[in-house]
């Protein structure tokens, strides 16, 4: 498995940005497809946005699709996203995850690394 460790979280307020960084190691991080999902309190962890092992390939969930984008270094073995015009009902914990399928599927179930998660709160 790849470790994956989630940075860049914080405090912002609405209509604000953020970047979020994912740092891989142990495996060699363009063998996956990222993901990064998020999951509010009281609610289910939700698919936010994944991208190929290229970076050719992207797909966002239609509640964040123009607002945020994902990308990725593999020289870096770091994904990121980058997070505009944030919403108040954008504020939970960020996950970073990996998968080894070969193309992209958006579900939890499909991604078999996971981070610890980092914060993102938006206030209004």
């Known amino acids: 498995q790849v470790q994956l460790v989630e940075s860049g979280g914080g405090l912002v307020q609405a209509g604000g940005s953020l970047r979020l960084s994912c740092a891989a190691s142990g495996r060699t991080f363009s063998n996956y497809v990222m993901g990064w999902f998020r999951q509010a309190p009281g609610k289910e962890r939700e698919f936010v946005a994944a991208i190929n092992w290229s970076g050719s390939s992207t797909y966002y969930a239609d509640s964040v699709k123009g607002r945020f984008t994902i990308s990725r270094d593999n020289a870096k073995n770091t994904v990121y996203l980058r997070m505009n015009s944030l919403k108040p009902e954008d504020t939970a914990v960020y996950y970073c995850?990996?998968?080894?399928?070969?193309?992209?599927?958006?579900?939890?179930?499909?991604?078999?690394?996971w981070g610890q998660g980092t914060q993102v709160t938006v206030s209004s």
């Open positions: 995850a990996a998968s080894t399928r070969p193309y992209i599927i958006v579900t939890t179930t499909a991604f078999g690394s």
